[in-house]
């Protein structure tokens, strides 16, 4: 959802108060059962949503009744569902392996340690490549001045929402790896996106 809303009087877009979840659930799934099934979960997630996109954007096509009131303001709000499902299914898929790299990395040069601390940073990156890609495609139309803003405020939002969701996922990954017996390191691990163990 690319709504821009306005809170405390500062401008930001309404997804980077849910999206940023899912980097979460991406950094849970590579610290406990390595790069290679967070690979695989990227893709699915990245082929779902071109899919759910492109549904959405044929159903658009078809015609509307001369009488519903709501036609054009339909077509506004989802005239550029297509475009945008191709930008996202390119700046997403490569926001999440950039965050379950540095995840991954960190994993093996802290010896395991510091989830909380490799979970924020990923993210953080993750994100930022996340926002700069997407970001003049979404909000073009508006003033430099206030794309920068919108930016900083959203990126902003992310920052908070890594360090609070930290604590429920370290939570998650303690609990799991006790009860699974599970800690997968990837030494060997292939980090080629469109490469695939059989």
Same mark, same amino acid.
């Given at each position: 959802?690319?709504?821009?809303v306005?809170? #405390?009087g500062?401008? %930001?877009?309404?997804?980077?108060?849910? @999206?940023?979840?899912?980097y979460?659930?991406?950094? +849970?799934v590579? $610290?406990l059962?390595?790069? $290679?099934?967070?690979?695989?979960?990227i893709w699915q997630?990245?082929?779902?949503?071109?899919i759910f996109?492109?549904?959405i954007?044929?159903?658009?096509?078809?015609p509307?009744p001369?009488?519903?009131?709501?036609?054009?303001a @339909?077509?506004?709000?989802f !005239?550029?569902?297509?475009m945008?499902?191709?930008?996202?299914?390119v700046?997403?898929?490569?926001? !999440?392996?950039?965050? #379950?790299?540095?995840l991954?990395?960190?994993?093996?040069?802290?010896?395991?340690?510091?989830?909380?601390?490799?979970?924020?940073?990923?993210?953080?990156?993750g994100?930022?490549?996340?926002?700069i890609? %997407?970001?003049?495609?979404?909000?073009r139309?508006?003033?430099?001045?206030?794309?920068?803003q919108v930016?900083?405020?959203t990126?902003?939002s992310?920052?908070?929402?890594a360090?609070?969701?930290? +604590?429920?996922?370290?939570?998650i990954?303690?609990?799991?790896?006790k009860?699974?017996?599970?800690?997968?390191?990837?030494?060997?691990?292939n980090f080629?996106? @469109?490469h695939f163990?059989?």
């Open positions: 959802l690319y709504k821009i306005q809170i #405390a500062f401008h %930001m877009s309404a997804s980077s108060l849910i @999206f940023p979840g899912t979460l659930i991406i950094d +849970i590579t $610290e059962y390595g790069y $290679e099934l967070a690979k695989r979960l997630s990245t082929i779902f949503n071109v996109s492109t549904l954007h044929f159903l658009l096509l078809l509307s001369d009488n519903w009131k709501l036609a054009l @339909f077509d506004e709000v !005239y550029d569902i297509a945008i499902s191709i930008i996202h299914a700046a997403s898929p490569l926001s !999440y392996f950039v965050n #379950a790299y540095i991954s990395k960190w994993k093996i040069i802290t010896h395991g340690r510091y989830f909380w601390f490799r979970s924020i940073n990923s993210s953080l990156v994100e930022l490549v996340f926002s890609l %997407m970001a003049g495609f979404i909000w139309g508006h003033t430099k001045e206030f794309i920068i930016i900083i405020t990126y902003l992310k920052f908070v929402w360090i609070v969701g930290s +604590i429920p996922a370290s939570i990954v303690s609990k799991i790896r009860k699974e017996n599970i800690d997968v390191y990837d030494y060997s691990t080629n996106p @469109f163990t059989k």
